[in-house]
């Protein structure tokens, strides 16, 4: 199976039209078109996530704008979208089908294939307390690294193919439940990434 965006060449920056932050604000937080081919028979449906691998894992270094994030600071993964029960037969999804802008609290009701459900991203707990942003984030959103961190993130989407029409998943869910569910009924996996920063001095 393989998976490619006309959005973004593999390995190459994504553009700031897909991007929830850019050096000037918020970003057109579009998601990105994304094709994916060669599916193995007996695939039901299909499930899609994007996360990013290079989020710092200290949330005070975070906030504090005046220190540079390290290269070599501990990391973790950052979820940008969560999307399962992708009927068999869709094999792309268009650029701002699912997202076009910026929802303060999150998208209630993201669009997306019929029978499809979105799952909630981390900005929901990054905005929890926030009065103007905080809310349920579901489906994309997309990058916002800290301007202060020296790393280039990389993000990567990640399309699962399934034996299974449905999983078995709670009314409000995220990628580890999904995570949890798609155990043993995996039957094939592509990916593609791109790379996003939002300081000046980070090239690649």
Known sequence: MKI??????HGQRIPAEFAMGTPDGFGGNRNPQLRWDDAPAGTRSFALLCIDTDAPTDGALVADGDTPIPVDHPRGDFVHWVL??????VRELAAGSGSDGVVARGKAAPAGPAGARHGLNDYT???????????DYLGYDGPYPPGHDLRLHRYF???FALDVERLD????????DVFRAMHGHVLAEAATWGT????AAVKG
């Open 169 to 176: 998943l709670p009314a409000r869910f995220g990628a580890g």
């Open 157 to 159: 989407f990640r399309v």
């Open 125 to 135: 707990g990054w905005f929890a307390g926030d009065a103007d942003m905080g809310g």
């Open 4 to 9: 490619a965006s006309s959005s973004f060449e």
């Open 196 to 199: 996003y920063s939002l300081n």
């Open 84 to 89: 399962v029960d992708i009927p068999a037969d």
